[in-house]
């Protein structure tokens, strides 16, 4: 049973909310004459001119067949030097199923995330996908984790369930990676066996309860911190297997700063999420009938 769902009340003030998160991120491409799609992919990029056509391309053959005519990508560009958005929007003008949404500068993954989020959720989502923009995500696991959607909640693409992998990682990647994992399963008392991957899907009906507006980590700890208030709130949370693979083109967006943030964020949210899915839930509380 799934407790703590939102049932529609207060959605004046989310949406406002979610409508200021979209209009902070800058002017994006709308396709229109369409109904609203229902599948939404979310693709943060900067600098990844190396990769993004060849994954644009084949995200879009990968929908067609799992959500045939019901599907948009949306690239979240943080104003990349290296024309990123110009080769996607190019892409997208082509294939006809692909928005860009302009981001001034560099902001971080949680808030591209975020601005990515709102401007889904404003154009009528009901399932949203994150992935990577380096083809580290492979496209040909989307209708496996859309499928596992029908059945929860939240959806992780896990790279440490069985049947799950990672290619071409060294000996220290591995470790960090399965360090992290272990680390905010401890501290949080999760069962779920990948926290920080990128490679989910998310009902709308969760985006729409964990208040966003309040979150505020960034890498790999955005990942953790979603997937732990959607458990507080209630929500079933799967895990599918896939393989993730090693960027073939561009740079790693890791660094220490990013590894740091983990260490000390991630007991923070023990407190800090559980408030925020607290909040929800008093502020879309039934209110009661006066006593006769």
């Known amino acids: 049973m799934i407790a703590n769902r939102p049932d529609g009340r207060g959605a004046g003030r989310r949406g406002a909310d979610l409508r200021t998160h979209a209009a902070a991120a800058g002017p994006s491409t709308r396709l229109p004459g369409r109904m609203p799609p229902a599948v939404w992919i979310i693709v943060p990029t900067y600098d990844e001119a190396a990769s993004i056509e060849r994954l644009l391309r084949s995200v879009a053959a990968a929908l067609a067949e799992a ?49 990515g989020f709102a401007h889904a959720l404003a154009s009528g989502a009901q399932l949203v996908c994150e992935m990577d923009a380096d083809l580290s995500h492979d496209p040909r696991h989307l209708p496996a984790l859309l499928a596992a959607a029908e059945r929860a909640d939240v959806v992780l693409g896990s790279r440490y369930v069985p049947g799950g992998g990672v290619t071409d ?27 920080t991957g990128g490679y989910k899907v998310l009902h709308r009906r969760v985006l729409e309860a964990i208040e966003l507006e309040s979150v505020r980590s960034q890498g790999y700890v955005f990942q953790i911190e979603v997937t732990y208030r959607a458990l507080l709130a209630g929500f079933r949370v799967v895990e599918v297997p896939i393989t993730f693979r090693e960027r073939e083109a561009g740079t790693s967006k890791m660094s220490a700063r990013i590894a740091l943030e983990a260490m000390w964020r991630v007991p923070r949210l023990r407190r800090s999420a559980r408030a925020a899915i607290a909040r929800h839930v008093t502020s879309h509380a039934e209110p009661r009938s006066p006593i006769p």
């Open 169 to 195: 990682w060294g000996l220290l990647r591995r470790l960090l990676s399965r360090g992290g994992c272990a680390y905010a399963r401890l501290i949080l008392g999760l069962p779920q066996r990948d926290l």
């Open 67 to 115: 959500a045939p005519a019901d599907h948009r990508i949306l690239v979240v560009d943080d104003g990349s030097p290296d024309g990123t958005a110009a080769i996607a929007e190019r892409v997208g003008a082509e294939l006809g199923v692909v928005e860009v949404l302009h981001r001034s500068a560099k902001g971080g993954l949680g808030q591209a995330y975020l601005a």
